[in-house]
């Protein structure tokens, strides 16, 4: 494990270009190789997400590599979720009850291209696009590819290789199809999936509904999003399923079903829509899926890392803040001098693997409480009670969503296991009006401290 090693790493995404950073800050040589053309020059966004949420984890792992401030310059805050009900009634939901806690929407593209001109200042780092890696020889570390523009075939002989390619990752693929080792993968997908509309600015350039809130027209089955853009757009994404339920994707064949949908259920939003029909007709429908598998090393010689990984559906906000994540964790790794790349890429799945598996299953859930239960009353008595604990105790009390979301110091399974037993007792209490009696605040915490350290005793038992 030295400076002169050469890594090459496969993908020049979110993942791959703050990894590519990270290791020229450390000394490493590095080249990086995309498939698709340089997004600095070229428009690639079809199919992809537009605009993301940014969040306390992927800030400190910016920070790390020191272009915080640079992402913080294109974002946008959301201080809370905005409910639209069907009838065009609003109610805002904050995400935390303390100050100054929220997440950002900020441009995919522009803060992957600030990345790659961060990651190119290094004269170690080369980065090369229209470049498709095809296969990968994980015994001999060996990379193969595909040039777009020449057609050719090459391959790249390195020392170490690092997978940040993505959900459809073609160094996890290899991990199997070479069977040179006892490795389990599991994809599995949603019966949902996702197409992305406009709310296009208004004439003089401005925001037509709220910038500082995620919006969020929840309907049990599926549900409409928006955020918001720099340019005074909204980046809307419609959740639904494919071939179930009264309303689907496969049904939705034609101007006029696609508008009496909107119309019927998302009428506030049809009306700032103005191609709705053009819109969905264009756009591609995407899946939603989850990716697990293990073991993410092949000896020292390759690592997968990000969505090639640990790939989660959107409904956290954290595919991209646990991506830069796994930045932040394999750095702290290194800073341990284990001595070889073997030891250093099992101490980090040691640590990270059962965090990236949380927020994999956190991120499903959340899909069911964005389009259901954030419009059913317990749940927002439930919320309502948390941010008055946030607020009144903010060095005492954390909801769930504040420690997946807002504290970078609480991994991900400790803030998944002791956020649901809070969630329990919360949801308990309320349900059963057992604090109808109590006024004083500060009781009321020290009766779900104690139930949810009851609920966490009775799970550790149960073996949950």
């Not at 997400?49 to 272009?67: E, M, P, Q, T």
Request: proline share 3%.
């Amino acid at each position: 494990m030295k400076k002169q090693d050469n890594i090459l790493i496969i993908g020049a995404g979110l993942c791959g270009s703050l990894l590519a950073l990270r290791l020229a800050q450390r000394g490493y040589k590095v080249e990086v190789y995309e498939s698709r053309p340089d997004l600095r020059t070229t428009d690639i966004s079809a199919g992809r997400s537009i605009n993301l949420a940014l969040s306390d984890r992927g800030f400190k792992a910016l920070r790390l590599a020191g272009v915080e401030e640079k992402a913080r310059e294109i974002c946008i805050p959301m201080y809370g979720r905005l409910i639209h009900d069907i009838e065009g009634n609003t109610f805002a939901s904050n995400y935390s009850g303390r100050e100054n806690e929220y997440i950002n929407s900020i441009s995919r593209g522009d803060l992957n291209g600030i990345l790659l001109t961060e990651a190119e200042k290094h004269e170690n780092v080369t980065i090369h696009f229209n470049s498709k890696c095809t296969s990968v020889d994980i015994e001999n570390t060996i990379a193969n590819f595909k040039s777009y523009e020449t057609k050719e075939e090459f391959s790249v002989n390195v020392d170490v290789i690092f997978g940040t390619d993505g959900a459809g990752s073609i160094l996890r693929k290899s991990y199997y199809l070479e069977k040179k080792f006892l490795f389990s993968y599991s994809q599995n997908y949603l019966t949902h999936g996702y197409k992305e509309l406009e709310i296009p600015a208004d004439i003089n350039g401005k925001h037509q509904i709220s910038k500082d809130h995620l919006h969020i027209w929840p309907r049990g089955d599926y549900m409409l999003i928006a955020l918001p853009n720099l340019d005074g757009s909204f980046t809307v994404t419609l959740f639904l399923g494919h071939e179930e339920g009264a309303y689907h994707f496969e049904g939705l064949d034609s101007e006029e079903k696609i508008k009496d949908f909107f119309q019927a259920q998302f009428p506030d939003a049809l009306k700032l829509i103005p191609n709705i029909a053009e819109e969905f007709a264009n756009n591609p429908t995407g899946a939603l899926g989850t990716v697990k598998c293990s073991p993410w090393y092949y000896k020292g010689n390759t690592l997968l890392m990000g969505d090639a990984a640990h790939a989660v559906v959107p409904f956290y906000g954290q595919g991209m803040n646990a991506s830069f994540e796994d930045v932040t964790v394999l750095d702290e790794i290194l800073n341990q001098n284990l001595g070889s790349w073997d030891a250093t890429f099992k101490g980090y799945q040691k640590v990270r693997k059962k965090d990236a598996d949380a927020i994999g299953d956190l991120a499903v859930e959340n899909y069911y409480e964005m389009r259901d239960h954030v419009a059913n009353p317990l749940f927002k008595e439930k919320r309502k009670l948390e941010m008055e604990l946030e607020k009144n105790f903010p060095n005492e009390y954390f909801s769930k969503y504040s420690m997946v979301t807002f504290n970078e110091n609480i991994g991900y399974h400790e803030a998944m296991t002791k956020g649901r037993a809070q969630d329990k007792a919360l949801l308990n209490m309320v349900a059963d009006n057992d604090l109808r009696d109590v006024s004083d605040l500060k009781e009321v915490l020290k009766r779900v401290q104690k139930e949810t350290n009851e609920i966490l005793e009775e799970d550790k038992i149960a073996g949950l």
